[in-house]
C-alpha cells in the first residue's frame, strides 16, 4: 500500500527543537520531491518546504526559513524535518506529501500523510 | 510571494447545485495550479492539477478552468460527499501558496 506515516511531533516550550519524520513505503520513495504542508488549528494550509529527490534544491517559506530544515534519507525512505527556535505560531498539524509528476513541469500532490501535531506552548 | 486570493470564503449550496469557486493570483503562474479538497479531520486530497487536469478517481463532476491570474473550480451536481474545505495551490513560484480555503456547506 502506498501510504505516508508522519511522527515526532509533541508539546515543545518556545524556543525549543524538534525533528518530525515521515516514512514512505509502497513505492520508489527516491523518485519523488516531497513537500511539508502545515495547518495551524481551525486555519487554513501553508506550505512550508519543499525538496527534491536528490535533494539538491531545497525551498522554504519565510515564515520558516533559517528554523527549519528539511532533509531526506533515500536509503530508509524517510522524509525530516527539522525544527527549531519553535514560536507559538508554528503550532499545527504537519503533513507530509509527495508530487506525483516529479521530474516534469507539472506539480501534483497526491499521497498525503494523517499529519504529527506540533504544540508550542510553554 | 504569490498572493492567492480565493472566493468565496463560504458557500450554502444544495444537492444537484452547480458551485463555481475562484482563485486569483497576484502574478500570472500559467497553468501551475491544483486544486484540494479537505474534510474536517482528513488530509486534504488532489482534486485537479495543472488547472485543469482531473486526477485519477476523482469524479468527473469535478472540473478546473483558467490561465494566467484567474482560475476556477466548479463542481457540476453537488453530491452530499462534496460538503468540504477547497483549496487552490500555485506551484509556479517558490513559495508555493495556497488560498484562503473555501467551505461548502449544506444549505
Known amino acids: 500500500e502506498v501510504q505516508l506515516v508522519e511522527s515526532g511531533g509533541g508539546l515543545v516550550k518556545p524556543g525549543g527543537s524538534l525533528r518530525l519524520s515521515c516514512a514512505a513505503s509502497g513505492f520508489i520513495f527516491s523518485d519523488y520531491t516531497f513537500i511539508w504542508v502545515r495547518q495551524a488549528p481551525g486555519k487554513g494550509l501553508e506550505w512550508v518546504s519543499s525538496?527534491?529527490?536528490?535533494?539538491?534544491?531545497?525551498y522554504y517559506a519565510d515564515s520558516v526559513k533559517g528554523r527549519f530544515t528539511v532533509s531526506r534519507d533515500n536509503a530508509k525512505t524517510t522524509l525530516y524535518l527539522q525544527m527549531s527556535s519553535l514560536r507559538a505560531e508554528d503550532t499545527a498539524l504537519y503533513y507530509c506529501?509527495?508530487?506525483?509528476?516529479?521530474?516534469?513541469?507539472?506539480?501534483?500532490?497526491?499521497?498525503w500523510g494523517r499529519g504529527t501535531l506540533v504544540t508550542v506552548s510553554s | 510571494a504569490i498572493q492567492m486570493t480565493q472566493s468565496p470564503s463560504s458557500l450554502s449550496a444544495s444537492v444537484g447545485d452547480r458551485v463555481t469557486i475562484s482563485c486569483r493570483a497576484s502574478?500570472?503562474?500559467?497553468?501551475?495550479l491544483g486544486w484540494y479538497q479537505q474534510k474536517p479531520g482528513k488530509a486534504p486530497k488532489l482534486l485537479i492539477y495543472?488547472?485543469?487536469s482531473l486526477h485519477s478517481g476523482v469524479p468527473s463532476r469535478f472540473s478546473g478552468s483558467g490561465y494566467g491570474t484567474d482560475f476556477t473550480l466548479t463542481i457540476n451536481s453537488l453530491q452530499p460527499d462534496d460538503f468540504a474545505t477547497y483549496y487552490c495551490l500555485q506551484d509556479n513560484t517558490y513559495p508555493h501558496t495556497f488560498g484562503g480555503g473555501t467551505v461548502v456547506e449544506i444549505k
Open positions: 495543472a488547472a485543469s
Open positions: 502574478q500570472g503562474i500559467r497553468d501551475d
Open positions: 525538496i527534491t529527490s536528490g535533494s539538491n534544491n531545497i
Open positions: 506529501t509527495r508530487d506525483v509528476y516529479t521530474g516534469s513541469r507539472i506539480e501534483a500532490f497526491d499521497i
